[in-house]
C-alpha cells in the first residue's frame, strides 16, 4: 500500500498534483526498502556460506519477522491520526501471560482464550482511544499509564514463573507450515493485507486517515475526529491481540519478559517505512519491509557475534535520521507551497487585461 494522506483543503495546488507526489513518495520508499531488504539478506547468506537458504534457517527467519510485523502494524494505524502507542509491549506482555494462565491453570479451552486475548485486546485499546477523547490527555501520557498499568498486571499473572503451555491446536498452529512457510508468518501477512485494505477502501478507513491528515478539514467534512480515534487505538489493540496469540503459539512458555523488547520496533518499522508522525500518511507494505530490515540487524548480530547493544543503537540511529529527512523534506515542502501561493497573485496580475 502507497502512502495515503488526507487532502489539505486549507491550501490550493493544482488539481491531482499531491495525489500524484504522494504515491511517487510512498513507491520511493518502499522500493528502496526492498532493495535493501534483498542485498541485505544476500549479504547474510553470503556471510553464512549458504547457511541461511537452508530450509530451517529460512523458517526461522520468518517466525522470527512474525510479531515485529505485526506490533510494526499496531503502532502504524495510531500513528495515522498522529498518536502514539506506548502501552504496545506491555500489552502484548500482558495478552501472551494471560492466554498461558488460562489455558495452563485454568483449563479454558484453546478457542475461548484466544477470543478472550483478542477481545482484551480491542478492548483495551478502545479505553486508550476513549479515555483520550474524554479527557483530551495527549495520547503519549495516556498509553504511558497504560502502559505502567499493564506491566503490573502482566506481573501479577505471570509473577516470576515461566508459564509452560500445554499442547494444544494453538501450539501446532505455532509449528505449522505451508510450503516450509510458517502459517503464522501468512497470518501476519494476512494481517498486514487486510489493514491495507482497510486504510484504502474502506469509508472508515479513509476517515481515520483524513483525520490523521488535516483534523480541520476533516471535521468541516462531517468526520468525527473522536470516531476515528477510538476506532484507531481500537484496531492497534486488537492487532496487538493477534501478535500475543501468535507468541504464545510459537513460544514453549510465556513470561513477564516478552513484551518488553517490544516498543523500538514497534515505531521503526512504521517509522522507517514511511508513516508521518503528524498523522495521515502512511505505509503498509514499508512497515512490512522496515520491519524485516529490522530484523536482518538482529540477525547479523546473531550471525556474526556482535555486541547486542549495537542493535538497538543502530535501529535507534537509523529511527532518528528518517524523521529528520522528513521533517526536512516537510520543510521544503511547506516554502515551495509559499512560494507558489506568493508567485499567484503575480501572474494572475500579470496575465490580466490592462
Given amino acids: 500500500m502507497s502512502i495515503q494522506t488526507a487532502p489539505d483543503m486549507s491550501t490550493r495546488s493544482a488539481p491531482g498534483a499531491g495525489v500524484r507526489r504522494l504515491p511517487r513518495l510512498g513507491r ?56 502514539m502507542n506506548l502501552s504496545v509491549g506491555a ?35 478502545a479505553a486508550n482511544g476513549l479515555l483520550v477523547v ?11 499509564a497504560a502502559m505502567t498499568i499493564l506491566g503490573g498486571l502482566q506481573y501479577k499473572v505471570a ?58 478539514a476533516a471535521r468541516l467534512s462531517g468526520i468525527s475526529n473522536d470516531r476515528s480515534l477510538i476506532l484507531a487505538h481500537s484496531i492497534s489493540g486488537l492487532v496487538v491481540g493477534i501478535a500475543a496469540v501468535l507468541t504464545a503459539a510459537s513460544a514453549p512458555g510465556v513470561n513477564t519478559s516478552i513484551g518488553a523488547d517490544w516498543l523500538l520496533p514497534s515505531f521503526a518499522a512504521p517509522i522507517i517505512g514511511g508513516a508521518a508522525l503528524a498523522g495521515g500518511a502512511i505505509s503498509v507494505l514499508g512497515t512490512v519491509l522496515a520491519a524485516f530490515v529490522v530484523r536482518l540487524v538482529d540477525v547479523a548480530r546473531a550471525q556474526y557475534s556482535l555486541d547486542p547493544s549495537w542493535v538497538n543503537f543502530t535501529v535507534g540511529a537509523v529511527v532518528l535520521g528518517t524523521v529528520i529527512l522528513g521533517r526536512l523534506r516537510e520543510t521544503r515542502r511547506a516554502r515551495a507551497a509559499r512560494r507558489s501561493a506568493a508567485d499567484a497573485p503575480q501572474q494572475h496580475t500579470t496575465g490580466s487585461p490592462s
Fill in 91 to 125: 500489552l502484548g506482555g500482558f495478552l501472551s501471560v494471560s492466554i498461558g494462565a488460562l489455558m495452563a491453570d485454568h483449563g479454558v479451552p484453546t478457542g475461548v482464550a484466544v477470543a478472550i486475548a483478542l477481545a482484551g485486546g480491542a478492548a483495551i485499546g
Fill in 28 to 83: 520511493s520508499t518502499e522500493a528502496t526498502l526492498a532493495v535493501v531488504s534483498v542485498l541485505a539478506y544476500a549479504g547474510l547468506v553470503a556471510g553464512s556460506h549458504g547457511g541461511l537458504l537452508h530450509g530451517n534457517a529460512v523458517r526461522g527467519v520468518l517466525v522470527y519477522l512474525t510479531v515485529p510485523i505485526l506490533i510494526g502494524l499496531a503502532q502504524l494505524v495510531v500513528l495515522a491520526v498522529g498518536q
Fill in 159 to 216: 509473577g516470576t514463573r515461566t508459564i509452560d503451555l500445554p499442547e494444544s491446536s494453538l501450539s501446532r498452529l505455532g509449528s505449522a507450515s505451508v510450503l516450509n512457510v510458517p502459517v503464522i508468518f501468512l497470518i501476519a501477512l494476512a494481517t498486514a493485507a487486510i489493514l491495507a485494505f482497510f486504510l484504502r477502501r474502506a469509508t472508515a478507513g479513509r476517515r481515520l486517515l483524513a483525520s490523521g491528515g488535516n483534523p480541520l
Fill in 134 to 144: 474524554t479527557t483530551r490527555i495527549n495520547g503519549f501520557i495516556v498509553t504511558l
